[in-house]
């Protein structure tokens, strides 16, 4: 079935730091990709989406592109602040039209 | 505002009992949906509704229910069945299945619910 695969473990990285975290799928057809954040104590929101290879979702100077080729949608930000720290998750929709979700990834960003 | 309640933000339960936790929205979205949140696991789906009256089993649905039956409101019950119901749960919704139009679903703050 559908699935999503994120990075292990937390990611903890310094105030202006360089942001990767990455995310490959596996999925028949062409999925929906997305990344959501979970900030402490709240539900998750959408943050970026790509619907079809090579487009790019952006938002809040967070950007991921969709790669077919690698089966790959990375989320990368280039100089993460501490109001970024939170819990990302990857997921994808596939031909079912059910979100599969990633195990998501807490990034704690220093100041 | 518009957006998704709900209730309560924390429970505790003993052992043998049922529990119905609360979700309502008042953004029109046909699709509701609850999901699981375990620590290291994302987020498991445990049913969803398309529609009033309809409703799917996800991926864990065995010691859960759920009822639809107004389009604002979609209670989930875990019942005594649930061998490990300690976690914290949050209720989504979307205009249509998977948020078709828009790709987006919208999430409430959860509810955390703890065995003891």
């Known amino acids: 079935g559908d699935s999503v695969t994120q990075m292990e473990g937390p990611v903890t990285l310094s105030e202006e730091a360089f942001l990767t975290i990455n995310c490959t799928y596996t999925?028949?057809?062409?999925?929906?990709l997305f990344w959501y954040v979970q900030y402490p104590g709240e539900g998750l929101q959408l943050l970026l989406k790509?619907?079809?290879?090579?487009d790019k979702g952006s938002n809040k100077g967070f950007e991921a592109t969709y790669r077919k080729e690698t089966t790959s949608f990375h989320l990368e930000k280039g100089s993460v602040q501490v109001s970024d720290s939170a819990v990302y998750f990857c997921?994808?929709?596939?031909?079912?039209?059910?979100?599969?979700f990633g195990k998501g990834n807490q990034v704690v960003v220093i100041p | 505002d518009g957006g998704i309640t709900q209730s309560p933000k924390y429970l505790f339960r003993k052992e043998g009992q049922n529990v119905t936790l609360s979700c309502e929205q008042n953004?029109?979205?046909?699709?509701m949906y609850w999901y699981r949140q375990d620590p290291g696991q994302g987020l498991r789906l445990i049913y969803y509704?398309?529609?009033?009256?309809?409703?799917q089993k996800g991926d864990i649905a065995e010691g859960y229910s759920v009822s639809r039956e107004k389009k604002e409101s979609f209670p989930l019950t875990v019942t005594s069945a649930q061998k490990n119901p300690t976690a914290f749960y949050l209720c989504?919704?979307?205009?249509?299945?998977?948020?078709?139009?828009?790709?987006?679903?919208?999430f409430g703050e959860g509810s955390r619910l703890t065995v003891l």
């Open positions: 989504a919704s979307s205009m249509s299945l998977g948020g078709l139009n828009t790709g987006e679903l919208f």
């Open positions: 999925a028949t057809g062409y999925p929906s």
């Open positions: 790509a619907t079809k290879a090579d």
């Open positions: 997921a994808l929709r596939g031909g079912n039209n059910r979100l599969a």
């Open positions: 953004l029109n979205h046909d699709a």
């Open positions: 509704s398309q529609i009033v009256n309809d409703f």
